[in-house]
């Protein structure tokens, strides 16, 4: 069993930063098995892909809604994935999920992923 705990939510003002963080952990987890990933979901919309970011980190991808604001990392040492979010707009805001795929690839596919956290809350103001 893998739990996902997220954090670094928040308010803020349209063109402000957040950083988003996720610790893994786990009784027999490797971090750097995992494949991760961040998803996020609005009031009444389906939670939607953002970005991944492979086993070593060297793969990333992003949605097109955030290319160019929103940038992924991870440190398979301290078992945590980084979501850097700069330029921040209303339409931004959402609870924002972390998962993780084990032995995957980088996917934007939901339901290729085996763990999920609790998410958190960002919330944009214009």
């Known amino acids: 069993q893998v739990q996902l705990v997220e954090s670094g939510g928040g308010l803020v003002q349209a063109g402000g930063s957040l950083r988003l963080s996720c610790a893994a952990s786990g009784r027999t987890f490797t971090f750097s098995d995992y494949a991760m990933g961040w998803f996020r979901q609005a009031p009444g919309t389906e939670r939607e892909f953002v970005s991944t970011i492979s086993r070593s980190g060297r793969t990333i991808t992003y949605a097109d809604s955030v290319k160019g604001r929103f940038t992924i990392s991870r440190d398979n040492a301290k078992n945590t994935v980084y979501l850097q979010m700069n330029s921040l707009k209303p339409e931004d805001t959402a609870v924002y999920y972390c998962?993780?795929?084990?032995?995957?690839?980088?996917?934007?596919?939901?339901?290729?992923?085996?763990?999920w956290g609790q998410g958190t809350q960002v919330t944009v103001s214009s």
């Open positions: 998962a993780a795929d084990l032995l995957g690839g980088v996917t934007t596919i939901r339901s290729e992923y085996d763990y």
